[in-house]
T-cell receptor, first 113, second 113 residues
Framework: EAAVTQSPRSKVAVTGGKVTLSCHQT?????MYWYRQDTGHGLRLIHY???????EKGDIPDGYKASRPSQENFSLILELASLSQTAVYFC????????????FGEGTRLSVL | GDSVTQTEGLVTLTEGLPVMLNCTYQ??????LFWYVQHLNEAPKLLLK?????KRPEHQGFHATLHKSSSSFHLQKSSAQLSDSALYYC????????????FGAGTRLKVIA
């Protein structure tokens, strides 16, 4: 069964600390995405990748880095976490056809204090 | 740029009444449109997507019609159920070979008895 798995599911971080969110997919999908969810803003794209060892900036990349070491794994890195990065983060993967909808993971709730 | 607009942040309905959630879009190309549903503390899940042959997609009693002339893809259901209470996202994929997905801000549907 197709799946996208995120870890951790929740995290509390301190301001200025480093945070790494991980995502693993078993779908053999080329594309992977990191979205941020905030009330009133919906889902906003942070970074995405269409091949291992390559990432692309999304619509709100500032303050975030991404890493795609293999087709299955995609990480989101906050080098210096800030209060404004408190949010729910979703990873997704999709096939390379425009009418294929992304499949989402269960999300990571990040609180920066 | 490409965008999706969902004008209602919150829709409150009495059980049994019809549902209509608005979605309009702007895109340079002819995008594919999607509706996602997200229940509390769960991942967004695909509800339905537009077809290339103008068929009307339907799922779980919901349907949506893509009107290219008015750039709309409104979600409808004839009779709301309590279990329909959730957050609904409209999204588009850029039909350009660049597999990015743009989401609206979301509409929270609350169905009351």
């Amino acid at each position: 069964e197709a799946a996208v798995t995120q870890s951790p599911r929740s995290k509390v971080a301190v301001t200025g600390g480093k945070v790494t969110l991980s995502c693993h997919q078993t779908n053999n999908h080329d594309y992977m995405y990191w979205y941020r969810q905030d009330t009133g803003h919906g889902l906003r794209l942070i970074h995405y990748s269409y091949v291992a060892d390559s990432t692309e900036k999304g619509d709100i990349p500032d303050g975030y880095k991404a890493s795609r070491p293999s087709q299955e794994n995609f990480s989101l890195i906050l080098e210096l976490a800030s209060l404004s990065q408190t949010a729910v983060y979703f990873c997704a993967s999709s096939e390379t056809y425009n009418n294929q909808a992304p499949l989402f993971g269960e999300g990571t709730r990040l609180s920066v204090l | 740029g490409d965008s999706v607009t969902q004008t209602e942040g919150l829709v409150t309905l009495t059980e049994g009444l019809p549902v209509m959630l608005n979605c309009t879009y702007q895109s340079t190309y002819s995008p594919f449109l999607f509706w996602y549903v997200q229940h509390l503390n769960e991942a967004p899940k695909l509800l339905l997507k537009s077809f290339t042959d103008n068929k009307r997609p339907e799922h779980q009693g919901f349907h949506a019609t893509l009107h290219k002339s008015s750039s709309s893809f409104h979600l409808q259901k004839s009779s709301a159920q309590l279990s329909d209470s959730a957050l609904y996202y409209c999204a588009l994929s850029l039909n350009t070979g660049n597999y990015k997905y743009v989401f609206g801000a979301g509409t929270r549907l609350k169905v009351i008895a």
